[in-house]
């Protein structure tokens, strides 16, 4: 179901510095140039509606969000934004050095936001990979967006491994844009009941494929990719119909992974809320 949302009340949203990676490489030294302006998301991408609905009766929810190195000040401040929306939510933001020394078990939900995913694992260190890790087997929700997405993969020695996820290509810089995605049913199950496609905004986010580590978890689409953009060289065809979210189960924790950024796209800014929801254990949808 389509709500409209009144266009006095929608304001342009300002891009997060993040760009999506799951590794970080030096540019070469150049002369200082004048910064460009700040690129402005369209409010009106779909079409002022509100395309995935508030989240119903949500339960107060306990959330962390890293912040550090590859998590830019912006990309935190885009999820707590959206966090913020739930009733009685309460966000803590844990710093690198924190991730490996801090009870985990004090939150329903720990959130890996968009950034650079590879410089995340480098600055929570072993000790931390292990303590979210352990997190989730004993119960623990994890929401990775983006770069957080990558964290959860299966296919990088450097990661957490959570889910038999693998990326299809090495090649991970694919470029930035507004792409088509459409739920599945599981999706309209635990998202909202949004027929069609809509547009959600994208910016070098992975492209999943199951991966090759059968004694890991599947995971269970929510969404697919039904547009692609692949600039740099990267491979062409092989993210339409590809996830855009999926879920699934470590241990006896939750995993809600997002390729692409609803949490700044208009329309969608109840997405990640239900998916933090979800991974908490707040709702009445199951698993499927």
Known sequence: MLLSTPRLLVFATLFSSAVCTFAETAAPAVAAKPKPAPKIIPPDINGYKTIIPPPENPAPVKVAIYRGSGAPDGSVE????????????T??????????????????????????ARSQAKAIGEAGLKNVREYVRNGGGYVGICAGAYLACSNFDWSLQLLNASTVSPK???????????LTPDG??????????????????????????????????????????????????????????AIG???????????????????????????ILWAAGKTGTPTP
């Open 249 to 275: 189960t470590f241990g006896q924790g939750r995993v809600f992974i997002s390729s692409p950024h609803p949490e700044n796209t208009p329309g969608l800014e109840h997405l990640i809320p239900r998916g």
């Open 78 to 89: 885009n999820v707590k934004r959206r966090v913020d929306s739930i009733p009685g939510a």
């Open 91 to 116: 966000v803590t933001v844990l710093a690198a050095e924190e991730v490996g020394s801090t009870d985990l078990k004090a939150f329903d939900v720990v959130v890996f936001p968009g950034g650079a």
């Open 188 to 245: 309209r199950g635990l998202l909202g009941n949004a027929s069609g496609t809509f547009k959600v905004r994208y910016n070098n986010g992975p492209v999943f494929k199951p991966g090759d580590k059968p004694e890991l978890p599947t995971y269970t689409p929510l969404a697919f990719f039904r547009s692609e953009v692949a600039e740099n060289g990267t491979p062409v065809g092989v993210m339409v119909n590809s996830p855009a979210q």
């Open 172 to 182: 991970w810089a694919r470029g930035s844009g507004y792409l088509d995605m459409e």
